[in-house]
């Protein structure tokens, strides 16, 4: 995933996360503010429906002082119709064991505390109670005489249904609105993360653009004087660096050219004068050998200096030469080469001989003791290819895909397996005769292949 979706997605979260917070937080605040006042509305009904009572039952007694169940209940009836049940509470009076309920209040609730399972709450105190008509709030307060006996007992009950409901309601759109507020919110910061971090793509951009032989290119320096810039200047500085190594390079190598190239032309000159048919063929072999250190020097300077001539190549007589030239090496006895079609490519004859020749001293060179290599030829309709196919053990999948880099070491399972520069050496020639070459290796082997032009008649 992208820095961009990274940053985005975990503002999201922590976004998410504070909402959510906030909204149960509200949630929480509403139920309690619901709940003080549902306990408020008891208290304050409690008390007018007690201090009525108390002005009525003294006034019920009879000579001897006592309150008679007839008066007691005619006394507490006229204390509920001065205080009636109202729309969100239902009040009950109980006096010498009868229940005396006042009009109104809310159905479910006045058909349960009529019936013989009404709650009962500890006097004085208000209790959260489940029922069958759902969890009331209830508070039963006592109504004594000046000696401390209980009169009455005065029970008002209300439902938390619409305080659980209008909680919940609250919490809902709470939660609609985070969830507007986070996608929102997703859109406006990932607009925002990609206009701050277009600064990073560009510094990126422009190091991809950078190539090995166009060391010279600079990544661009954000004005912003933050980190991007920093970096930026980092890598510009690395890049100088880099590009002085290089130009220190190319002198040792071109010194290193100069300095044997002379025995070279020094030993052809004497040779040419020998005039021999032995010194010719060592003459020749020399010449073969500059043309490899140049074409070595080429590379390594990262160049497209590599000299080649296109022209039409038989496949038998390009076999029969690669033969020729490998029977003179140790490695001859291990290498195949496979009856070629009868075809003509584009090609330089001389630069084919020396890239199979290399592809060939690679294969059963710097493979474990036994390995063979085969060499075959296949046309097709627009181009021919050339394989080289060993059975060692193969190069790892790391180092595969840089094979053909210049200077690239690989090793392959079991044995020290170097490509050096001549892997890229073969890449070079084939490419500068208009090719390509490409590599496949795994457990049973390595197989490079070369495809080229067909010449057309």
């Known amino acids: 995933m992208s820095l961009t979706g990274r940053v985005v997605l ?64 005619r006394a507490a009836r006229q204390a509920l119709a001065v205080r009636p049940s109202g729309a969100r509470h239902v009040t009950l009076v109980t006096v010498n064991g009868v229940r005396l309920q006042s009009t109104g209040g809310p159905s479910r609730v006045a058909g349960l505390m009529r019936g013989g399972d009404a709650p009962e709450a500890e006097p004085g105190a208000i209790r959260t109670l489940d029922t069958d008509a759902g969890p009331l709030r209830v508070l039963d307060t006592r109504v004594v005489d000046d000696a401390g006996d209980t009169l009455a007992v005065v029970t008002v009950a209300a439902p938390l249904d619409s305080t ?74 690395m890049l100088t660096r880099i590009e002085q190594a290089d130009s220190t390079r190319r002198r040792y190598l071109a010194a290193i050219s100069h300095e044997v190239r002379t025995p070279l032309s020094v030993a052809e000159g004497h040779l040419e004068l020998l005039g021999t048919a032995e010194a010719a063929v060592v003459g020749s072999e020399l010449d073969r050998l500059r043309r490899v250190l140049e074409d070595l020097m080429a590379v390594a300077r990262g160049g497209d200096e590599i000299d080649v001539r296109v022209e039409a190549v038989f496949l038998p007589d390009l076999f029969h030469d690669v033969r020729a030239r490998l029977d003179a090496l140790p490695h001859a006895d291990a ?123």
């Not at 509403?30 to 003080?36: E, Y």
């Not at 919940?168 to 996608?183: E, H, R, S």
């Not at 600064?199 to 954000?222: F, G, N």
Request: hydrophobic content about 40%; some cysteine; glycine content about 12%.
């Open 10 to 73: 975990r503002s999201l979260l922590v976004m998410a996360l504070v909402i959510g917070g906030v909204a149960l937080l509200t949630y929480e605040l509403v139920r309690v503010s619901g709940l003080g006042d549902i306990d408020r509305l008891l208290r304050e009904e409690s008390a007018l429906v007690g201090d009525a009572l108390d002005g009525r039952l003294p006034a019920a007694a009879g000579l001897d002082g006592v309150v008679s169940g007839p008066e007691a209940e």
């Open 164 to 237: 659980r409901d209008t909680a919940a309601t609250v919490l809902l759109w709470a939660g609609l609105a985070g969830a507007i507020g986070v996608v929102g919110g997703g859109v406006v910061l990932w607009l925002v993360v990609r206009r701050t971090l277009r600064p990073v793509r560009e510094v990126s951009d422009a190091a991809k653009a950078i190539s090995p032989s166009d060391l010279a290119t600079r990544v661009p320096v954000p004005s912003t004087r933050d980190e991007i810039a920093e970096l930026a200047t980092e890598i510009n500085q």
């Open 335 to 457: 290498v195949t080469l496979e009856e070629p079609p009868p075809d003509v490519l584009l090609g330089d004859q001389s630069r084919l001989e020396q890239c199979l020749a290399n592809l060939t001293a690679n294969a059963v060179d710097h493979n474990p003791s036994g390995t063979r290599a085969t060499v075959t030829a296949r046309g097709g309709e627009d181009t021919v290819t050339l394989t080289v196919a060993d059975d060692g053990p193969g190069i790892s999948a790391e180092v595969l895909p840089h094979v053909f880099e210049p200077f690239v070491t690989t090793r392959a399972t079991g044995s020290g397996r170097t490509s050096g520069l001549g892997l890229s050496v073969v890449r070079s020639l084939v490419e500068a005769q208009g090719g390509e070459v490409e590599i496949d290796s795994g457990p049973s082997g390595t197989v490079v292949t070369i495809t080229l032009p067909r010449a057309t008649p």
